[in-house]
Structure formats: structure tokens, C-alpha cells
């Protein structure tokens, strides 16, 4: 809002129209491979460019990057590929005059020529517009600023930044100079991690790592006040707190049921009625538990299954292990399936050996109002089998595609470089990384066309295929550089819109 009561104009829905018509949906996801209609993303920022090796474990990034070239080779393939699908008549006819060697203002969410969708959102040009509010860019440069805790004419020089410039700042943490006034937002390109959509409600999450706190803070404002999401501010979920949470020492052995911290890598609304949450590295069981209540008291779902997963750098998330391909198509790291079970059957020596990491794995699922007596699942494929078939309503044979074709070593190898964090365009068409060459043999032998990026939108603009055609495909993108930043396209995605699966 303004400071005057009246909503900021923003390039996203700009119509009154779309603004009054509540019955235009703008924001509903009920699965995870309902063809996508509209997303959050944010490309690659100049902090990226800014992580140094002493740091980058602190700032949650494996590695360091290349930052041109995982723009210009990489991301920017992401996102031709998103506007295709999703908003064809911003990149039709472009892709050529588009590539590497383009001077990629057409990328960038703060010049002119920006493709400016309102199907393929960038995160920084929504944080752009609520900046034009003078009350919001106050009370927000003085809340980023207490967090980083900068001096007060700190406070003053960002207030004269024009809201663009403002929004790049707050993300990247450093002056169009390249001059640095706090740490960089490096996972801010994992846009599934700041929130999750459930049918019409937005869970906003609690990250488990400091360095995440800033994001936290531009994502709950942004919401709160973008009209994009006007009329959905009595549907924002935010997760309580342990009312004396603040009394716990940082040392304290209990934090998975005292500590409410959960990220969007770990939900997933798998059917209109049934949310899974993940328990994590980065999400505690406390938090599984309040979304699970609230979710319940709120009747967005009657089933949540809770997903307890080895606390491993490895997983991090449900979404590093597992992801959905097709209704009857699954794309998971088989250690942590049946076929782990059945690998440990087969070999004597692992009754004496140290205890395995799959029997860290647990599954329980709810139902509302039968809380006190949930199902237990064995195993990963159980779980996704009977979705498939109960949920889904799946006719044709279930299938399991596992990361590196479940041979040794490439099996987790490639779940390291996110062969199982792939996103659903629509039933059946997905995108991962093209290094994860094994998986991709994977999917050839279940019959899917595997083609890399490049390759597809050239077939596009050759209309030899297109988006509404397409079937059985895993796209690869080009990802030497992203895949160094430990997420995949599900974690650089953050569903708005889908449609509904019949």
C-alpha cells in the first residue's frame, strides 16, 4: 500500500481488472506436475560474484562460481525455457538474438528492455515495486539494517537509492560500486525455499541457517505487501515459534522439538489433499508438527505425511531425494528406496556392519482428526507408489527412475549434483542438469526423450514441437556452474499457479 492508502502499480497483474477478480485464480498449486502457469524465480545476482572460498560454507554455498558463465550459459537457458512454456510471446522468435553472446539486458529485472512476465517472476522486480513505497522502504531499510547491524547513515545513504537500485542492494549486499555493506543472499536463487503454495494458501518458511535471515525478511514483506498477492494476506501461513523458544541455549541437543525451523525444499503438495514435510537438516520435527496443525485447522489437506530423512549435508531437503516426473513417475536415489532394503538383504556383511543411513529414514502419515494413530511407510517407494495410485489415481504401471541409474558411484554422485531435484512444466516434462549423465540413461531406458536445452528451443523456433505437444521429455540444462550451488531447477522454482490435474 501506499502512503496513502492506495495499492502500488506494478508490471505484475496491472489491470484493474485482474486486480478486482478474485475468481481469476493468480495463485493455486494442488500438485507438483499440473502444468505450471506461473512461478518465482530470481537469476543469479551480483553477490553471487562476491562469495569467497573462507565464507562460502557460512553463506550455505559449496563452491564458489563463475558467475558470468552460470548466467550466460546456464540460468538464462532456465528462464528462455520458463517463458516458452509459460509466457511463449515474451521469447518466441528471440531465442537467436537471445544466447550467450547477447548483452542480456532482456535478463535483467532493473533495465527497460526486461522481458517483465507476469507468468515468470523475478523475486527482486516484486521487492522493486514495494520499494516505491515510502513507508515500506523506511520501516524495511531500517529492519535489514538493524539485522546487518550497520550504522545509521548506513540507513541514510540507502535511502537515496531509486527503488531498483534499493532491491538489487538489499539482495546482492553491495553498492552499484560493488563496494560491500553486509554478506551477499547466494541461495536467493532457491526461491522454493523462501515459501510453498498450498491449493490457495501461502506457507511462508523459517530458515534453520543465520544466513538465510535477510531472505526471511524480504520474502515476509513482500507478501504482505505486493499487490500481487492482495488478495491472499488472510491466507499467509506463518509458523509459530516455541513460546519460549528464545530461552534455549544455541547448544541445545532438543532443537528438532523446540525450534520451529522449516524450508520450502521440504513441502511438497503432492494432491489436493495431501502435503508432505520433510524433516531435515533444515527443517525441525516442532515445525512439521505446527504445519500439520494448521494446514489441519484450516482443512487445506486431510493427509500429511511427515518424511524423516538423514540429517546429512548430502539431502538437506526431501526435494535432493526425491521429485515427481509424471503421475506414475518418480525420480528418487534408490539407496534410500526399496532397493536399498533389498541390496542389504542380498549381503551378510551388513548385519555386522555399522548402521546403515537408509535405516535413518522414516515415514508416518496423518490423517486429519486420526492424529494419534498414523500409517508407517517403509520405505520411500511405498510412499510414492501409493500416492500415485490412491491420490493420483495413476492407471498405468508405477515407475522409479533412480539417480545414476542406481550404479555405483554414480548413484550418489549425481543425487550431490541434484539428479533428483528436477521440476515438473507439466505431467511428464521435466528439467534437470545435464551433467548428471547416468540419470539421464535412466530416463531413456523408461522411454523419455532426453534433449538438452538449447537443442529443444531450437526445435521450438523451428516449430518442429512446442510446449502444448511435448510429452515423456527430460530437458537438460546446462549446469557446470549451478550445480556447484547445490540446488536443482526444483529449488530455483517457486510454483505460484498450476493447473489442477484431473
Not at 524465480?41 to 552460470?70: C, N, T, Y
Not at 490412491?390 to 527412475?401: K, W
Not at 531413456?444 to 510429452?471: C, N, Y
Request: hydrophobic fraction near 40%.
Amino acid at each position: 500500500m501506499n502512503t496513502d492508502g492506495s495499492i502500488i502499480k506494478s508490471d505484475v497483474n496491472t489491470t484493474d481488472a485482474q486486480a478486482s477478480q478474485p475468481a481469476l485464480k493468480r495463485i493455486n498449486v494442488s500438485s507438483e506436475i499440473g502444468t505450471l502457469k506461473r512461478l518465482l524465480i530470481h537469476s543469479p545476482d551480483r553477490g553471487l560474484g562476491k562469495v569467497v572460498p573462507s565464507k562460502a560454507q557460512d553463506w550455505l554455498f559449496e563452491d564458489i562460481v563463475h558467475l558470468d558463465m552460470m548466467r550466460r550459459d546456464e540460468y538464462d537457458y532456465y528462464v528462455k525455457l520458463l517463458l516458452y512454456f509459460l509466457d511463449p510471446d515474451k521469447v518466441r522468435g528471440q531465442i537467436n538474438a537471445l544466447g550467450p553472446d547477447s548483452d542480456r539486458n532482456f535478463f535483467k529485472p532493473d533495465h527497460s528492455d526486461y522481458f517483465r512476465s507476469d507468468k515468470v517472476i523475478d523475486i527482486q522486480s516484486l521487492l522493486a515495486d514495494i520499494l516505491a513505497d515510502k513507508s515500506i522502504r523506511i520501516r524495511l531499510i531500517a529492519a535489514i539494517c538493524g539485522i546487518e547491524r550497520t550504522s545509521f547513515r548506513t540507513q541514510q545513504q540507502l535511502n537515496q537509492y531509486d527503488p531498483a537500485e534499493l532491491a538489487k542492494i538489499m539482495i546482492s549486499g553491495s553498492l552499484p560500486d560493488l563496494t560491500m555493506l553486509f554478506a551477499p543472499l547466494p541461495n536467493f536463487i532457491f526461491t522454493r525455499d523462501i515459501g510453498i503454495v498450498i491449493n490457495d494458501h501461502i506457507l511462508l518458511n523459517k530458515p534453520a541457517k543465520l544466513a538465510r535471515t535477510r531472505e526471511a525478511l524480504l520474502t515476509q514483506y513482500i507478501f504482505f505487501n505486493h499487490p500481487l498477492f492482495a488478495d491472499y494476506q488472510d491466507k499467509i501461513i506463518e509458523i509459530p515459534d516455541n513460546e519460549h523458544a528464545f530461552l534455549l541455549a544455541d547448544s541445545d541437543t532438543n532443537r528438532d522439538v523446540t525450534r520451529s525451523t522449516l524450508e520450502g525444499g521440504d513441502v511438497m503438495m503432492i494432491a489436493k489433499r495431501h502435503l508432505l514435510i520433510g524433516v531435515s537438516e533444515r527443517t525441525t520435527l516442532y515445525a512439521a508438527q505446527q504445519v500439520m496443525k494448521l494446514v489441519f485447522d484450516k482443512d487445506l489437506v486431510s493427509k500429511v505425511t511427515i518424511i524423516k530423512i538423514p540429517k546429512k549435508r548430502d539431502y538437506m531437503h526431501i526435494d535432493t531425494i526425491f521429485t515427481q516426473v509424471k503421475r506414475n513417475v518418480w525420480v528418487l536415489l534408490g539407496s534410500l528406496g526399496r532397493t536399498g532394503d533389498e541390496a542389504k538383504q542380498q549381503d551378510v556383511l551388513h548385519f555386522f556392519a555399522p548402521k546403515d543411513i537408509s535405516e535413518e529414514l522414516k515415514i508416518l502419515q496423518f490423517k486429519k482428526g486420526e492424529e494419534q494413530t498414523p500409517a508407517e511407510f517403509e520405505n520411500l517407494e511405498d510412499l510414492l507408489t501409493d500416492i500415485s495410485t490412491n491420490d493420483l489415481s495413476a492407471t498405468e504401471p508405477i515407475q522409479f527412475i533412480y539417480s545414476g541409474n542406481n550404479e555405483f558411484p554414480f548413484g550418489a554422485r549425481e543425487q550431490w549434483t541434484d539428479s533428483c531435484n528436477l521440476l515438473a512444466l507439466k505431467d511428464g516434462v521435466v528439467v534437470g542438469y545435464d551433467r548428471n549423465e547416468k540419470t539421464a540413461d535412466a530416463f531413456r531406458k523408461a522411454g523419455f526423450d532426453v534433449v538438452p536445452a538449447a537443442k529443444l528451443l531450437d526445435r521450438f523456433e523451428q516449430s518442429k514441437s512446442s510446449p502444448e505437444t511435448i510429452e515423456n521429455t527430460f530437458i537438460m540444462l546446462p549446469s557446470a556452474e549451478l550445480s556447484r550451488a547445490r540446488g536443482g531447477s526444483h529449488c530455483m522454482s517457486l510454483p505460484l499457479l498450476r493447473e489442477e490435474i484431473q
